[in-house]
C-alpha cells in the first residue's frame, strides 16, 4: 500500500472539483433549493408540526443528500478519467488496485465530507438547530463513514459502467430511490414491510439515522430522533464501506478494464 | 549486455473469438533500440499491454526487467515507463501538476520528484508554459508531458506506443531528437511500436508483426538483404502482403 499514491490520488481530485466551480456552488446551493421547495411542501401535509418544525426535521436529511450528492457522484471522474485515457496512467503505475479504489474512495470522501460542513455550518443556524458538542461530534462520524459507504459504492458503479453517459443514467435511477428511501424526507418506519427492507439495504438509511442521532436527539422522545441503535449505524456504514471497495478494487482489475477501452475501435 | 530486457516464450492474447496475439517469441536485449512493426490491428499494442501487465496472457510466458509479468506485476510496472498511444494526461491539470502526479503515484518522495521535474520541463523546452493547463498545449507539448511523464521514475524499459500518431512533421523530429538523447544519456531500453516504416530505420533490432504472428526478424539491414529490398517498406510489404496504413493514429 502506497500512502504516496493515495494522497496523489486525493489530492487530484480536491484540486480538480475546486476548480469546477460551477459544481462547486451547485453542492452548497442543492439543499437550499430542497429546504424551500421540497420543505414546503411537506411542512404543510406534516403530522408532527406540534412536536417539530419540518425543516428542522429534514436537516439530518439534507446533510446526508449533500454527502450523497459529494461522495457518490464524485465517481463521475473515475469514468470521464477512463475517457480521457488518465486511468490508464494510473493502472500502469506500480500500485495494487486496491490502492487505487482506496485513494478514490478517500478522495470522494473528502468531497463529500467537505460539502457537508460547509452545508452544515449555512444550514443548521437557518433552521436554529443547535448541536450539542457531542451531537456534532457525532455528526462528523456520521458523515465520514455515509462519504466512505457512498465513495466506495459510487466507485462499484463507475468501475462496471464504461460510458458516461450509461453513468448518468443509472446513477439517476440510483439517486432518488436512494433519497426516498433513507428517511431524509420521512421516517423509514412509516413504511410497509417491503419498502422497510429495501431501505436498510440502502447505505443512506444508516448515514442519515446517524444524523439524527446527532442532530435530533431533543426530539427523539417524540420520535423524530435516530431509529436504530448508534453502533448499528456505525457498523452498517462500515461493512458497506469495505464490501464496496473490495468489489471496486476487483472490478478496477479486471480485465477489459484499461484495454477494452485502449483496444476499442481496432480489430 | 547478455540479460534479456523482455523475453517472450509463445506469448499469446485472445479477445473472445478473435486471436490478437498468437504466439510470440520474442527477446529484446538490455540497451536495445527495438522496432515492433506492422499494420493497425497486428497486434502490436496487445503486444506492449501484455508487456505492461495491463493484459493478462491467454498462453505463454513473458518476463520483463527479469520480472513475470503475471506474478510479478507489481515489479515489471516499476520497472518500466510506458507513452501510450493517446494521451493520458488530466488535460484540466497543469504540466507540472500532472507530473507531480505521477511522481506520487509512483511514489518518489517530494525531493526527488522536484528537481527532477525541473531538469525534464527544462530538456523538453516546456518550462515557460509549465504553469499552463494540458488543454492549452500543442499535440507536440502533449506528447512531450506523456514522455516525461513515462521516464519520470527512471525506468530501465521504456515502451512508446506509436508515439508520433498525430503529429505534425516538426514534433515528430524534435520527439526522435529526445529520445536519441534519452538513450545516450541513460542506455535506456526501448521498445517502439510504428506502422511508419521510416522510423523503424534507426532501430537496432525489427520485428514485423502480421495478424498476430511474427513475420520477420533481424535488423533493419539484414531484414532488407534477406528480402532482396532495399527498403524497409518494401521489408514490410514482402511480409504483411498489404501496404502501409495510409492514416495517422489508430
Redesign the interface.
Known amino acids: 500500500m502506497?500512502a504516496?499514491?493515495v494522497?496523489?490520488?486525493v489530492?487530484?481530485e480536491f484540486?480538480?472539483f475546486l476548480?469546477q466551480r460551477g459544481r462547486v456552488l451547485a453542492s452548497i446551493g442543492r439543499p437550499f433549493v430542497w429546504l424551500v421547495f421540497a420543505g414546503a411542501g411537506f411542512a404543510a401535509v406534516f403530522t408532527g408540526r406540534n412536536q417539530i418544525d419540518y425543516r428542522v426535521y429534514m436537516a439530518p436529511g439534507l446533510l446526508g443528500m449533500v454527502v450523497m450528492f459529494g461522495s457518490l457522484l464524485a465517481a463521475l471522474s473515475t469514468v470521464t478519467d477512463r475517457e480521457?485515457?488518465?486511468l490508464?496512467?494510473?493502472?500502469?503505475?506500480?500500485?495494487?488496485r486496491s490502492t487505487i479504489a482506496l485513494g478514490k474512495t478517500l478522495g470522494a470522501t473528502l468531497l463529500g465530507t467537505a460539502q457537508a460542513l460547509v452545508v452544515a455550518g449555512l444550514l443548521l443556524p437557518v433552521v436554529h438547530l443547535r448541536p450539542t458538542l457531542a451531537g456534532a461530534l457525532l455528526g462528523l462520524v456520521a458523515v465520514v463513514l455515509s462519504g466512505l459507504a457512498l465513495g466506495a459504492l459510487g466507485l462499484v458503479l463507475a468501475a462496471s459502467i464504461r460510458s458516461i453517459e450509461n453513468f448518468a443514467g443509472v446513477m439517476n435511477f440510483v439517486i432518488f430511490p436512494m433519497l426516498f428511501l433513507s428517511g431524509a424526507l420521512y421516517p423509514v418506519r412509516h413504511l410497509g414491510v417491503v419498502l422497510r427492507a429495501v431501505a436498510y439495504a440502502n447505505p443512506l438509511a444508516y448515514g442519515v439515522d446517524l444524523l439524527k442521532h446527532a442532530l435530533l436527539g431533543a426530539w427523539a422522545e417524540a420520535g423524530y430522533g435516530g431509529e436504530l441503535p448508534v453502533l448499528l449505524d456505525c457498523v452498517a456504514l462500515a461493512v458497506f464501506a469495505i464490501v464496496g471497495l473490495a468489489l471496486a478494487a476487483s472490478l478496477l482489475g479486471r480485465?477489459g478494464g484499461?484495454?477494452r477501452t485502449?483496444?476499442r475501435?481496432?480489430? | 549486455m547478455t540479460t534479456a530486457a523482455i523475453d517472450a516464450r509463445g506469448l499469446g492474447k485472445d479477445f473472445g473469438a478473435i486471436r490478437a496475439l498468437d504466439q510470440l517469441d520474442l527477446e529484446v536485449r538490455e540497451g536495445e533500440f527495438f522496432g515492433l512493426l506492422g499494420p493497425n490491428g497486428a497486434g502490436k499494442t496487445t503486444t506492449v499491454h501484455l508487456f505492461a501487465t495491463l493484459l493478462a496472457p491467454s498462453r505463454g510466458t513473458a518476463r520483463v526487467a527479469g520480472h513475470d509479468v503475471v506474478r510479478e506485476g507489481l515489479s515489471v510496472r516499476r520497472s518500466i515507463g510506458l507513452v501510450f498511444q493517446d494521451t493520458t494526461l488530466d488535460r484540466d491539470l497543469t504540466i507540472t501538476e500532472n507530473l507531480r502526479f505521477a511522481a506520487r503515484l509512483w511514489s518518489l518522495p517530494e525531493r526527488v520528484a522536484r528537481p527532477r521535474i525541473d531538469v525534464l520541463l527544462r530538456q523538453f523546452e516546456l518550462l515557460e508554459r509549465r504553469d499552463d493547463p494540458v488543454r492549452t498545449l500543442s499535440g507536440g507539448m502533449r506528447r512531450a508531458v506523456d514522455i516525461a511523464r513515462g521516464i519520470l521514475h527512471q525506468p530501465r524499459i521504456l515502451f512508446l506506443d506509436e508515439p508520433t500518431a498525430g503529429l505534425d512533421p516538426r514534433a515528430r523530429r524534435s520527439l526522435w531528437a529526445r529520445i536519441r538523447a534519452l538513450r545516450a544519456e541513460s542506455g535506456l531500453t526501448v521498445l517502439l511500436t510504428t506502422h511508419y516504416v521510416e522510423e523503424a530505420e534507426p532501430c537496432d533490432r525489427v520485428a514485423v508483426l502480421d495478424r498476430g504472428r511474427l513475420a520477420a526478424l533481424g535488423t533493419p539491414a539484414e531484414l532488407k538483404q534477406a528480402a532482396g529490398v532495399r527498403s524497409l517498406e518494401e521489408v514490410f510489404l514482402a511480409h504483411t502482403g498489404h501496404p502501409l496504413a495510409e492514416t495517422d493514429g489508430g
Not at chain 1, 490508464?88 to 495494487?96: E, F, H, K, N, Y
Open positions: 502506497s504516496r499514491a494522497y496523489g490520488i489530492a487530484r484540486v480538480r476548480r480521457a485515457g488518465v490508464r496512467m494510473v493502472l500502469v503505475a506500480p500500485i495494487r480485465e484499461v484495454t485502449a483496444l475501435g481496432r480489430p
